[in-house]
């Protein structure tokens, strides 16, 4: 097979193997892919189908192409006659396939060849060039062989910036690097040519490694600067320079400067679009290093870089010092060490998490998700420790009400702290520093400013004594609940609902890893439940309060019982010994709200109380040995006590009876005469709506609705009706607590006294 | 902050919760120590009053000598990390070539190239509180004086000198809003440079200190230098410029240290206790009276010996100073300006002491003036530094 006829037959092959939709790029992949390119090609020998036709077009259009380069290949044949016009068909031949589907990397071979080696005139080989555009990559044997026909000086100036432009463009396409960057040298005395600097610096900037950098190419990059004067380009070199070689070379780039390099790209913008497409594979990613503007702000507020977290840099720069005393560990080392900037993947950071460099300014770390985990896991108490410095001081600084008159930076800090609580709610936990300031600023803070992050940031205190955080914390918090709106107060409950499901998600945790014997912080596990509790107690007393000062306002109450929901379910859902009841004054609220949502909710707390004491009360029988943290009788009393008003109120219309005792003079007093029977799951307010719509919905010609007729089969029916209209917590009550006979009147059912 | 790829609910919480059972980590310690600072009175209620010269006797005479008279700004300043007083030399070389490449945006410079800006590190050996104490450092910025141009700098130095007034402070007021040259000149007239740099003039100077640091340098690690206290004299632009090359290089921190009311009272009281032989200037308070449309300042001066007398009539436990003393202190203070001007002193704002020891403004300005309590001063502002940085 003639190596054009294989060019040919790996083209017909990539556009097959784009139709199937797999990448492919090489020569072996394509030996691989032999069996389906058969089957194809004898389907297009049935006539019948419509792509057989397509493909037809294209093997024609092959065909032209091959000819083309053949053409080329041999060179202009001078005594043919029409030379002009072949030469102007076989072109168009070519830019139109490579404006199209892109060429071959053995196309693109030979024509760069021809177009460097000055066959043709100047302007053919400029179209030539100009349509150097790879299907799916470029060989880097055909760029180095090109680079090499620069050296014999073939071609002219113009060629030569377009071929660096081409370059440029097509670098990522590029198959590999190795052999290019041998050529370093060769690239780097090409900037001596004015009108090649700005490409080779372009070039070179791509192309540089840290072991590029030498003494005598920075030196003489500021002899070719001290001459130019301050070229945009060559201050992105020297950056880059700087940044491999800090103990060498300083520069700094002004802050407004964003544009470095002329844009090469351009001349190929569809093109690569369209080659990037068609390798949509997994591409290497190319490795841009950021340019950033130095961080020197010297404005009076501060003069610490343009945002409030540094950029990301790795600490080479520390490393370089100490260069008389390198020891053998370190050199090893440097060599094994993986730089920051090119890690971009979780798997990376697993392969190197023990020769990472970290960064030379820790609170960088917070815009990097990698680096986060990696913060999380180190044991490296430096680290942290640099960590926990940054944070609490630039906390510190920037905190608008902390020093006085800083309200114009208001904006930044906010976002600050929404970057700082997203890294929390990545990491799920809290950071030691946030601890620190919210106990300094909190005294200070006026309730409003950046409520919400600050709220977020209580949420995330990491698990601790609660009577040591109590008067740092929550006393403040206190004073500011009770004289705030009662939106202040929902968004206080929101988040310590938030604090408590951290505090028992650690816990939780915690007691999986292992036994909790020695701890000096909380000395048993029955010391941290003990402080879970507490803090249970102290929103609860904070809820009663609120729900006076708010005069039983529904709304504050949701939220209230959203902490409950949390709350009820501890036992089973973090398998932590603790069962805490809700205070009567939010019980008794939520039993008589008006509102059938609220007592909807209530019924599925009580509900999953009921769960989990059960659960608790059977464990205790299995193991009677551990008796730590038996759950004393007075919880299942409380329980029960309020069981037997739940369904006094809903169920069997005794609601003054055992449940809640209101002196019989008072209820005289109300004028209601039938006052026994006016709390059941029909009369009761927040249900009397649903029992006339039952019963309309029954009869809707009736004018006039008498609701103490639902009864017997009717009673359940009712039941099915309330049901279906979404009372899920009211379902899971009554099929668990209520057992009710087959005659189902209120009082056929006994509830359940089992404790 | 960039995209999460796994934002996964509890598993990394694992390998944290544990911190909090086993063992105290200097993390878990210094929460603490901040639980105790924050929940009682910031400082302790009782200090000792500066004792006389406890500097060490290998310190340079004419070192001590150049950080006296002279205002400092007042910073605070997070542990170095990776900081090495071996490697002094080669941190003046890059931080030079750094300055250079911040003073001329855009244009790179080689590291060890010479300019004529020097920067210089020099230890100042012995200045510390303790023998754990690390040693303090002076970084000091030069201008090298170019031959040429030396005459010229000589006419700005007797243009200076005709402008003449007795008073530094008001010269260097009318200088400052004048010619670059001049505000060379300042800086000729009045520095007195370290002996080694004669050749040139002193822009900017800097140096880092830790005076009786022993609560800090308990909490970190020996990979930490700790220098909480940073004082720096010269242009804001250089500070900002130095400060961030330390900060990028040793991953510190650098923020102003203002002193409080409550503070300013203190070193007023434990200044006017120290025993100073010939009164250098009188004890001078400022009070500020926020009241529109512009403030009022109230200066209250005091013969130094006068205030002293004060001070021995209230003064009752020997070598120490208490919270009650300094509250009486500054009560009868307050109370002998009532009763000659009926106006209530503590309800403005005090913003300046001055006596013959040292003055101090609340924005964090200071002059040391008694070489015999340079130590003592220190030592109250490095446990102040310490206390912003915990």
Redesign the interface.
């Known amino acids: 097979m003639s190596p054009q006829k294989r060019v040919k037959n790996v083209k017909a092959q990539n556009r097959i193997s784009q139709g199937s939709n797999s990448f492919q790029t090489t020569l072996s992949a394509w030996k691989v892919k032999q069996g389906p390119s058969n089957s194809k090609n004898i389907s297009k020998h049935g006539q019948n189908n419509p792509v057989g036709d397509y493909e037809h077009a294209d093997d024609q259009a092959e065909d032209a192409l091959q000819m083309a380069v053949e053409y080329f290949e041999k060179g202009p044949v001078k005594t043919s006659q029409n030379k002009d016009k072949t030469l102007e068909k076989h072109l168009k031949t070519v830019e139109n396939v490579a404006w199209k589907n892109g060429l071959a990397s053995e196309e693109i071979d030979v024509l760069l060849n021809i177009a460097l080696s000055g066959k043709f005139g100047n302007a053919v080989n400029t179209r030539i060039l100009k349509c150097m555009i790879p299907a799916t990559v470029i060989s880097q044997d055909s760029v180095v062989k090109a680079v090499s026909w620069l050296c014999v000086d073939k071609c002219s100036g113009s060629t030569k910036v377009l071929f660096y432009r081409w370059l440029v463009a097509m670098f990522d396409f590029i198959d590999r690097k190795e052999q290019i960057n041998l050529l370093y040298g060769f690239f780097f005395a090409s900037l001596q040519d004015d009108a090649l600097c700005p490409y080779v610096c372009h070039l070179l900037y791509l192309l540089t490694k840290k072991e590029n950098v030498k003494p005598f190419r920075?030196?003489k990059?500021?002899d070719l600067?001290a001459k130019m004067g301050?070229q945009p380009h060559l201050?992105a070199l020297?950056?880059l320079?700087?940044f491999f070689a800090?103990?060498?070379?300083?520069?700094?780039?002004?802050v407004r400067?964003k544009i470095y390099f002329k844009n090469s790209e351009n001349l190929w913008k569809m093109a690569l679009l369209a080659v990037k497409q068609r390798n949509q594979g997994p591409s290497p990613e190319p490795l841009k290093l950021m340019l950033g503007p130095?961080?020197?702000?010297?404005l009076?507020r501060k003069?610490?870089?343009l945002s409030i977290i540094?950029v990301l840099?790795s600490s080479s720069?520390?490393k370089e010092?100490?260069?008389k005393e390198v020891s053998l560990s370190d050199c090893l080392n440097r060599s094994g060490s993986f730089p920051l900037e090119q890690l971009k993947s979780?798997p990376q950071l697993l392969q190197n998490i023990h020769c990472l460099e970290l960064p030379?300014?820790?609170g960088s770390v917070?815009?990097?998700?990698l680096l986060l985990?990696y913060i999380?896991?180190v044991r490296d108490?430096?680290v942290?420790?640099?960590f926990?410095?940054?944070l609490?001081?630039?906390l510190?600084?920037e905190c608008i009400w902390y020093k006085v008159n800083n309200y114009e930076h208001g904006k930044e800090f906010t976002n600050f702290l929404d970057?700082i609580i997203?890294?929390e709610c990545?990491?799920?936990?809290g950071f030691?520093s946030c601890?620190?300031f919210l106990?300094?600023s909190l005294p200070l803070w006026d309730g409003l400013c950046c409520r919400s992050q600050f709220l977020q940031l209580v949420s995330w205190i990491?698990?601790?004594s609660f009577s040591?955080v109590k008067?740092?914390l929550f006393d403040h918090l206190a004073q500011l609940f009770f004289t705030s709106t009662i939106y202040f107060k929902c968004s206080v409950l929101q988040s310590l609902k938030e604090l408590l499901q951290n505090w028992l998600?650690?816990?939780s945790?915690?007691i999986h890893?292992?036994p909790?014997t020695?701890?000096?912080?909380?000395t048993t596990l029955g010391g941290s439940m003990n402080s879970v509790s507490k803090l249970i107690h102290y929103v609860g007393w904070l809820s009663t309060t609120a729900m006076r000062l708010e005069s039983n306002s529904t709304f504050l109450l949701h939220f209230i019982l959203d902490f409950y929901e949390k709350v009820c379910d501890i036992y089973i859902n973090y398998n932590l010994p603790l069962v805490v009841l809700f205070p009567p004054g939010i019980f008794y609220s939520a039993l008589l709200s008006l509102d059938t949502s609220i007592l909807n909710q209530l019924c599925f707390i009580m509900h999953r109380y009921r769960k989990n004491l059960t659960a608790a009360k059977k464990n205790e029988l299995v193991q009677k040995t551990k008796s730590e943290f038996n759950f004393s009788s007075k919880t299942y009393q409380e329980f029960n006590h309020y069981l037997t008003s739940m369904v006094g109120c809903l169920w069997t219309s005794k609601p003054f009876g055992k449940g809640i005792y209101i002196d019989p003079e008072i209820l005289e007093k109300t004028g209601v005469t039938e006052y026994k029977n006016s709390l059941n799951v029909i009369h009761h307010p927040s249900f009397l709506s649903y029992a006339v719509s039952f019963l309309l919905q029954e009869s809707p010609e009736e004018r006039t609705v008498n609701v103490s007729s639902i009864q017997g089969k009717k009673w359940s029916w009712y039941l099915d009706y309330l049901f279906s209209q979404g009372l899920q917590g009211l379902k899971l009550f009554i099929r668990s607590s209520v057992h009710h006979s087959s005659v189902p009147r209120a009082e056929g059912i006994n509830y359940n006294n089992q404790y | 902050m960039d995209s999460y790829d796994v934002p996964e609910s509890t598993p990394s919480a694992s390998s944290r919760p544990e911190d909090y059972f086993v063992g105290a980590t200097p993390l878990q310690k210094r929460l603490e120590s901040i639980r105790k600072q924050t929940s009682f009175i910031p400082t302790p209620p009782r200090r000792k009053v500066p004792q006389c010269s406890q500097l060490q006797e290998d310190v340079d005479p004419q070192k001590v000598a150049f950080l006296l008279h002279k205002q400092w700004t007042l910073y605070s300043l997070t542990p170095l990390y990776k900081f090495s007083y071996s490697n002094l030399k080669e941190y003046s070389r890059l931080l030079n070539a750094f300055i250079v490449a911040e003073k001329q945006k855009g244009l790179a410079v080689e590291v060890g190239e010479d300019f004529n800006i020097k920067v210089i590190f020099s230890t100042l050996l012995g200045m510390k509180g303790t023998q754990r104490d690390p040693e303090a450092f002076l970084v000091q910025r030069l201008i090298l004086s170019p031959r040429l141009e030396c005459s010229g700098t000589i006419l700005a130095y007797c243009n200076l000198c005709l402008l003449g007034s007795s008073d530094p402070s008001t010269l260097a007021f009318q200088v400052a809003g004048t010619t670059g040259a001049c505000h060379h000149t300042r800086i000729l007239s009045k520095s007195q440079l370290p002996s080694e740099n004669r050749e040139g003039k002193v822009l900017w100077t800097g140096w880092f200190c830790c005076i009786f640091g022993d609560s800090l340098l308990e909490t970190v690690s020996e990979d930490f230098t700790c220098l909480p206290l940073f004082l720096a004299n010269g242009a804001e632009s250089n500070t900002a410029i130095i400060g961030t090359w330390f900060q990028k290089t040793f991953d510190c921190y650098f923020s102003p240290l203002t002193i409080n009311a409550f503070n300013l009272s203190w070193m007023a009281a434990m200044w006017t206790a120290c025993k100073v032989d010939h009164y250098v200037a009188t004890t001078e308070f400022l009070w500020s009276v926020p009241c529109s449309p512009q403030s009022l300042d109230i200066s209250y001066a005091i013969h130094p010996e006068d205030a002293k007398a004060l001070w021995d009539s209230i003064h009752k436990t020997p070598g120490e100073v208490t919270q009650e003393e300094v509250d009486l202190f500054m009560d009868c203070l307050y109370s002998h300006f009532h009763r000659h001007f009926k106006i209530h002193l503590s309800a403005t704002r005090l913003v300046r002491v001055s006596t013959s020891v040292a003055s101090a403004h609340t924005d964090g300005k200071i002059k040391i003036l008694c070489h015999k309590y340079l130590i003592g001063v220190l030592a109250y502002l490095t446990e102040l530094a310490v206390f912003q940085i915990e």
């Open positions: 920075v030196r990059l500021l600067q301050m201050q020297l950056s320079y700087k800090p103990a060498l070379i300083s520069v700094s780039l002004p400067k130095a961080n020197v702000r010297p009076k003069w610490n870089s540094p840099n720069y520390t010092y100490g260069k979780f030379s300014q820790m917070l815009n990097n998700s985990h999380n896991c108490e430096p942290l420790l640099r926990y410095y940054w609490s001081q630039t510190q600084e970057t997203r890294a990545f990491l799920q936990e030691y601890e620190a106990y300094k990491p698990f601790s040591e008067p740092l998600l650690w816990l945790m915690d890893m292992k909790v020695n701890s000096p912080l909380e």
